[in-house]
């Protein structure tokens, strides 16, 4: 049901919180010292995890998670394990047995995204900047709403900081645990080989390797259940081609100006790559919306790299800070068109906790 729209404002002054605390981060970051740096990120990532674990009926597959949980019930160990996304599944059987709830599940996987949003985000050079990046789309939307594959996007983030510091093993790693909880995190894989610096054939045949045996092991038993609901019935993914080219825009940036960015080479390819895959999307996100869509979602991250690193390009500081305050902007206009425009935005507001309820 929609809220009345004289209401809607009042009822959404939680999420623009949340968008305004890494605008304070901004502003102190240059103040604290490395300790406080690492007691404020804690407590940040803390409060985003709790937001997203301790809502109550936000979110538009609340019910669907609801039952997911209960279904864990009248299943076995083995059954859990062997099943689709056994990661996401282990995880509500172990709640279930414990007697915990769905608050319980949805706090554990805001802490897997966050970890991973945290990790990545201190691993650029405006940390608080790239934090506030994500908060109208990765962490309200996707963090609040999709919670298997907001897990498994935060695994992803941890396995990209792990390959820009060429560790290709530790990369594979954290996107195998990510399919774990969705199986779409697999189809990231082949960024790993394309992605190497060194021993480049040897990258190139595991990575394939690894590639299309995780490809059987998570997509071949839905592979027919996959292209009937995502492609074949052609169900139109509503502001898909928007968050596409929310990708799109800083992926075009980085092609034009990742030159003058001073990268490292294992940078330069992995966010090259990382570009050509979100505009490739524009033209796939009108044949299947929906499955495009979806898989977008992994591309989110070339988002917070590239907008934490373009203030950077101006020399003089009082043009960086121009530049860091339109990304400001901007990210507070989507925030805003998507709160009071998107067509499923009344299923986030407004935010409520368990508690209060």
Not at 35 to 54: E, T
Not at 136 to 153: D, F, K
Not at 293 to 310: E, G, K, M, N, T
Not at 321 to 328: D, N, R, S, W
Request: proline share 4%; glycine share 8%.
């Amino acid at each position: 049901m929609h809220v009345p729209d004289l209401c809607r404002g009042r009822l959404m002054l939680p999420y623009w919180l949340f968008f305004l605390l890494p605008c304070v981060g901004l502003f102190i970051n240059r103040q604290l010292n490395q300790r406080s740096q690492v007691w404020s990120w804690s407590a940040i990532g803390l409060f985003f995890a709790l937001a997203m674990g301790m809502r109550y009926q936000v979110g538009g597959d609340w019910g669907a998670y609801l039952r997911m949980l209960e279904m864990q019930s009248g299943r076995s160990l083995g059954d859990v394990i062997t099943g689709e996304d056994p990661g996401f599944y282990l995880l509500c059987w172990l709640v279930e047995r414990a007697g915990g709830s769905i608050y319980w599940v949805n706090t554990l996987c805001g802490m897997i995204v966050m970890a991973g949003v945290v990790r990545f985000c201190r691993s650029l050079p405006l940390p608080w900047l790239a934090l506030l990046v994500s908060v109208p789309y990765l962490i309200i939307v996707v963090g609040m709403g999709y919670t298997r594959q907001a897990a498994a996007l935060g695994f992803l983030m941890l396995g990209l900081v792990s390959l820009t510091n060429q560790s290709l093993r530790w990369f594979l790693f954290w996107t195998l645990l990510g399919a774990t909880f969705h199986k779409s995190a697999v189809l990231m894989l082949p960024v790993a080989a394309l992605a190497s610096t060194s021993n480049r054939f040897w990258s190139l045949f595991w990575g394939g390797v690894i590639s299309i045996a995780a490809g059987y092991l998570f997509l071949l038993d839905s592979a027919a259940y996959l292209w009937t609901n995502y492609v074949e019935a052609d169900y139109q993914s509503q502001g898909g081609m928007i968050r596409v080219l929310m990708n799109a825009v800083p992926a075009a940036l980085f092609l034009s100006l990742n030159r003058r960015m001073r990268l490292s080479a294992g940078e330069q390819k992995l966010w090259f790559w990382m570009s050509l895959f979100s505009l490739a999307c524009i033209p796939l996100v009108v044949l299947s919306s929906t499955a495009t869509d979806r898989v977008a979602l992994y591309l989110i991250p070339i988002q917070l790299f590239v907008f934490s690193h373009l203030p950077f390009l101006a020399k003089e500081p009082s043009l960086r800070a121009t530049i860091a305050l339109a990304v400001v902007c901007y990210y507070a206009f989507v925030q805003f068109v998507w709160l009071v425009f998107g067509a499923h935005s009344y299923a986030w507001v407004p935010y409520q906790v368990f508690w209060l309820i």
